[in-house]
C-alpha cells in the first residue's frame, strides 16, 4: 500500500503541487521503501518494512523541486551523489 512503490506514481508531484498552491515552496523528498528510525537515531530504510534496513540508501529517495520555468521536475541520485535518474 505504498504509494510510491510504483515508479510511474504521481504522488510526489502531486504533493509538491499542492504545496506550492499553498504558499510552501521548496524541495520534495520521496521515499519507495518504508523508513525507520534507530534507537541512536540513525535513519534507516527498507524495502519490506520488517528486515534488511539499509542506511544511506539514496537510489529510495526521489526529490521533487521546480525548475526555472516553474515545471515540476524529480532527480534520483546514488549513493555518491552521481544522478541516476532525472525526469525534467
Do not use: F
Not at 31 to 51: H, L
Amino acid at each position: 500500500n505504498n504509494l510510491t512503490d510504483n515508479p510511474d506514481s504521481q504522488y510526489g508531484k502531486q504533493v509538491i503541487q499542492r504545496l506550492h498552491q499553498g504558499g510552501i515552496n521548496g524541495d520534495l523528498s520521496v521515499r519507495s521503501s518504508y523508513v525507520g528510525i534507530q534507537p541512536d537515531g540513525t535513519k534507516v530504510t527498507s524495502d519490506t518494512g520488517v528486515d534488511n534496513w539499509k542506511h544511506k540508501d539514496s537510489e529510495a529517495k526521489t526529490v521533487y523541486s521546480y525548475d526555472k520555468n516553474g515545471k515540476v521536475e524529480s532527480k534520483v541520485y546514488d549513493n555518491n551523489g552521481v544522478l541516476v535518474k532525472y525526469n525534467g
